[in-house]
């Protein structure tokens, strides 16, 4: 057995094992593999790119909600209808109904039942809601005024997972993953004055979803992040995206949708460079531009995040975005930014602020807390988002403050890879996701996931997942966190990067914890040798050892801060003696809340790989990291 498929066994059981055809049945019989419809045709109809840019009624705060594990709300007993009694979205009063006849009755009362404050994922509502893993809903109302031919949509940055949204009795849509955002137009349902809202929030994940049932995070379900009611002119601008040329061309597109889309000039502004543009749309409501960037222009770094603010107008609506302007490329073995060779200063991030009970509440002060940990801290330049969206609070700060982003969805360890829903699910992921982001100077890479095990039909999944983000952004690189082969040849440790799924990507990632899974010791890290069968940069996409902050036994074993640190210095000069390394990105920032963790001494819920522990607290590898990125940073 190879270190990764001991490594692998022991973390992720049988199921994963057969996966990776290591249990000998397998490989016999390949299915067909799926079928690829045009990635145009998984656009949502509503995109509103730069939503979080425009006014609209805030719907955080108080909501009521109720707890519905066997799913009473959606079906009843042998799968009928659900009971009406039992219907959380109904738009009734339920206890003037019950005064109004002895013989009424209901099996939930929103108005009466208990609150919580949205957005924060429930598990830090209530101790009962701990591991809560199932159906809830949630019910506040809302006013609104006379629309006067505008329109109205309900805009939700992230719900976790599958979303069933009503508004006074009528559902308005569904929206399956939880990280990306999803709009519904309510203008025909909206009453003047109040109005209802109610979701159903289920967390469950199975055979189907993104990611998998088994992760090494927490079940966080629930409204994450904010929720708001969104009016615009009849026709809007629904999608932009601008980005900057090796040829020093600034190209923009931009997507109105209303009846008057089409033939419609739009106006580009960037009043710092003194420019100004107007296109018009064509008979889908697109216009292009295609100018040269003024000499004024500043491009883009992590020393210096310069951002313009760019104006579009169509008619009646308007719309700004701050934005920078840069390059990115591969060559050969090196990444370039803005045409300079750079070496990415890294650490994962879980979407989990500080504190001893988070809730996945990332608004701008918490984002920067973490974040200037890493740029400031650890003298970093680069985040690795894992192992989903973050928040678009998080990516406007990493542009904002100078830190390169590789962004990705949650396709992870066990995803359905053979099976059709959950590649339609995770396509339409990565189209929400791109769609979100691209217009971020910060984010230069697209993950198509993280260590999954390589069969036939994951590498035309992936391999998908990676021809629809170029398809969708050709301006940004593609990777994914990839699971090495290792054996020792003549005492010393070779990794092997011998994915085929590397054809599709312009940066190879590997996973690499040698010395704390599997057998190997310290002493064996520094020699390990790395092959690769291309010549692409790599990147050490994760690293890392668990430690309890505060635990410095004499040995230095396994779970002391001791041992992490010496796991760093190991790994760090491995790192050192590997040419096409072009950065690295060690697990992980803090401590986090994961299900799997639970050695009742050091761990307790607690993934302990954290550099900071949950509350914050600097563990002695933060030190060693920090003094490595200071000398590769040349300060
Ligand atoms: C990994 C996974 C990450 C885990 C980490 C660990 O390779 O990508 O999600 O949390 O290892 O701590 O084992």
């Not at 390059?327 to 979407?351: D, S, Y």
């Not at 690795?384 to 973050?390: A, D, E, T, V």
Request: charged share 25%.
């Amino acid at each position: 057995m190879t270190t990764t498929s001991r490594r692998t066994a022991l973390r992720l059981g049988t199921a994963f094992t057969a996966l990776l055809g290591l249990g000998g049945t397998a490989a016999a019989q390949e299915p067909p593999l799926l079928p690829v419809s045009p990635v145009t045709a998984l656009r949502p109809d509503i995109l509103m790119t730069g939503a979080i840019n425009r006014d609209g009624v805030d719907l955080s705060g108080d909501w009521t909600y109720s707890k519905d594990l066997y799913q009473t709300g959606k079906t009843d007993i042998l799968g009928w209808a659900a009971a009406p009694r039992a219907q959380r979205f109904r738009d009734v009063n339920v206890e003037a109904e019950e005064g109004k006849n002895k013989y009424t009755f209901f099996e939930y009362d929103m108005d009466r039942g208990p609150h919580m404050t949205l957005p924060g994922a429930w598990n830090a509502a209530e101790p009962e809601l701990r591991y809560y893993d199932g159906l809830i809903w949630f019910q506040r109302f809302f006013e609104s005024g006379p629309l006067n031919g505008q329109r109205a949509f309900l805009r939700f940055e992230a719900v976790n997972y599958l979303t069933e949204v009503y508004v006074n009795g009528q559902k308005v849509g569904s929206h399956e993953g939880g990280f990306t955002p999803f709009t519904f137009e309510v203008t025909k349902v909206l009453r003047e004055g109040k109005n209802q809202i109610t979701l159903g929030v289920d967390s469950t994940h199975g055979e189907h979803t993104v990611p998998p049932k088994v992760t090494d995070w927490d079940i966080y379900g629930g409204v994450t992040r904010p929720i708001r009611l969104i009016r615009t002119p009849a026709t809007y601008i629904d999608d932009f995206y601008i980005r900057y040329t090796e040829a020093g061309r600034i190209l923009a597109t931009v997507q109105l949708n209303g009846p008057d889309a089409a033939g419609k000039p739009v106006v580009l502004t960037i009043a710092a460079l003194k420019l100004k543009a107007t296109a018009t749309t064509d008979i889908s409501g697109q216009a292009q531009f295609d100018l040269k960037a003024p000499k004024a222009l500043k491009l883009w770094t992590p020393d210096a995040p310069t951002l313009y603010e760019a104006g579009l107008t169509a008619g009646e609506d308007t719309l700004t975005d701050r934005m920078g302007f840069r390059t990115i490329a591969v060559k050969g073995m090196q990444v370039l930014l803005n045409g300079q060779p750079v070496f990415l200063r890294g650490i994962c991030l879980h979407e989990e602020e500080f504190g001893s009970n988070p809730a996945r509440r990332i608004m701008t002060e918490t984002a920067r807390a973490l974040l200037t940990e890493v740029k400031t801290g650890l003298n970093g330049n680069f985040v690795r988002l894992s192992h989903y969206p973050h928040s678009e609070v998080t990516t406007r700060l990493c542009d904002e403050m100078g830190l390169l982003v590789w962004s990705e969805i949650p396709v992870y360890w066990a995803v359905g890879f053979g099976d059709a829903k959950t590649f339609d699910v995770a396509r339409r992921m990565m189209t929400e996701n791109v769609l979100r982001d691209r217009n971020r100077a910060s984010i230069i890479i697209w993950s198509v996931g993280n260590e999954t095990p390589s069969t036939p039909a994951r590498n035309h999944f992936m391999g998908t997942l990676a021809d629809d983000a170029r398809a969708m952004d050709p301006s940004r690189l593609i990777s994914a966190a990839l699971l090495v082969h290792k054996k020792k040849v003549d005492g010393v440790l070779e990794a092997t990067i011998d994915d085929p799924l590397v054809a599709k990507l312009d940066i190879m990632s590997a996973n690499t914890y040698t010395a704390w899974y599997g057998n190997d010791r310290l002493e064996d890290v520094p020699p390990q040798r790395w092959k690769a069968p291309v010549s692409k940069p790599l990147i050490f996409s994760e690293f890392g050892a668990d430690a309890l902050a505060g635990y410095h036994p004499d040995d230095r074993r396994k779970y002391s801060e001791e041992f992490q640190a010496d796991f760093y210095r190991a790994t760090l000069a491995n790192a050192d003696t590997v040419p096409f390394l072009a950065g690295l990105s060690p697990w992980i920032l803090k401590d986090f809340q994961t299900p799997r963790r639970e050695h009742p001494v050091y761990q307790k819920g607690w993934n302990r790989k954290g550099l900071l522990s949950e509350t914050g607290v600097r563990k002695q590898a933060f030190a060693v990291l920090s003094d490595y990125y200071r000398a590769k940073a040349g300060k």
